[in-house]
């Protein structure tokens, strides 16, 4: 009896232990940070948590990598996990180069399939590169320290799309004190959608969906989010991005916005 009490004791002791530990250690992995990267027409988007890396998309070349590299620590060659939103030229070259550069642990790609020359270059990289593949589902979501990441769409396994852009994979990240919706390239009809499936949905921050595109970016899906901030990735470009109808929304309900073509690197602690 005396002993098995004496056993309760140790396994208290060691269970108290563990999580305090626990504790420190979470604390010691710090806030996470989001950086949306300079990289002209397109979108990469860096998020940092302690010792951990997440790339959500690439951008048109490889000028993400300089930026990656400097905000890697120092001999840390391995980026977790990379998220590709969908597989059009301005969000997957320049993941090419971080492949070759990066040891990759893991990418989750869209299970839409779409044909073009560039994706299949893309899927024998990744298949030669040793990352593990995944395909996204909204019931998988991932923790990194204290960075939360949640899949929220695509949810239907339809193969064929209409506009692989609406197909993008839309997140929600975040860490203790902000939280920030990333919305790839999808337009209005993704927001809806967002809006009938996740009715509560909110964001303190909003990566602007396909660039400030005018197709994007409803004044009743900006109003129901909640937003303090929005940014826009966008470089030089000939399809009007970012929309001045978009910007002007925006403006109307009071977020603050940046520009990676006017501010460079943006970077947010959450
Ligand atoms: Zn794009």
């Known amino acids: 009896m005396r002993q098995r009490l004496i056993w309760s004791c140790v396994l208290l002791l060691l269970l108290a232990n563990?999580?305090?530990?626990?504790?420190?250690?979470?604390?010691?992995?710090g806030q996470p940070t989001i950086h949306f990267l300079?990289?002209?027409?397109?979108?990469?988007?860096?998020?940092?948590?302690?010792?951990?890396?997440?790339?959500?998309?690439?951008?048109?070349d490889n000028s993400a990598l300089s930026e990656i590299g400097r905000i890697m620590p120092t001999g840390d060659r391995t980026i977790?996990?990379?998220?590709?939103?969908?597989?059009?030229?301005d969000h997957v070259t320049g993941l090419f180069s971080v492949l070759e550069r990066y040891r990759v642990n893991e990418i989750l790609a869209t299970f839409v399939e779409y044909d073009s020359s560039l994706n299949r270059e893309w899927l024998k990289a990744v298949s030669q590169s040793g990352a593990r593949l995944n395909y996204?589902?909204?019931?998988?979501?991932?923790?990194?320290?204290?960075?939360?990441?949640?899949t929220l769409l695509?949810?239907?396994?339809?193969?064929?799309?209409?506009?692989?852009?609406?197909?993008?994979?839309?997140?929600?990240v975040g860490g203790d004190r902000s939280s920030v919706l990333l919305m790839g390239d999808a337009g209005f009809a993704v927001e809806d959608s967002l809006l009938n499936i996740y009715p509560g949905i909110s964001a303190d921050i909003l990566k602007v969906g396909h660039h400030g595109s005018r197709y994007g970016s409803s004044l009743n899906f900006l109003q129901r989010l909640n937003l303090a901030s929005a940014v826009i990735s966008v470089g030089p470009n000939s399809y009007g991005h970012p929309a001045p109808d978009t910007i002007d929304r925006l403006n109307q309900v009071g977020a603050k916005l940046y520009r990676t073509d006017q501010s460079n690197t943006v970077q947010f602690n959450l």
């Not at 010792?51 to 048109?60: A, F, K, S, T």
């Not at 990379?82 to 030229?89: G, K, R, Y």
């Open 18 to 29: 563990f999580y305090t530990w626990r504790g420190v250690a979470a604390r010691a992995a």
């Open 136 to 150: 996204v589902d909204p019931a998988d979501d991932y923790r990194f320290n204290n960075l939360y990441i949640d």
């Open 154 to 172: 695509p949810l239907t396994s339809s193969a064929q799309s209409a506009d692989i852009n609406d197909d993008s994979i839309i997140l929600r």
């Open 80 to 89: 977790d996990l990379v998220i590709l939103t969908h597989p059009h030229a």
């Open 38 to 60: 300079n990289v002209g027409q397109g979108d990469a988007i860096l998020i940092t948590s302690g010792d951990r890396q997440v790339l959500v998309d690439g951008g048109p």
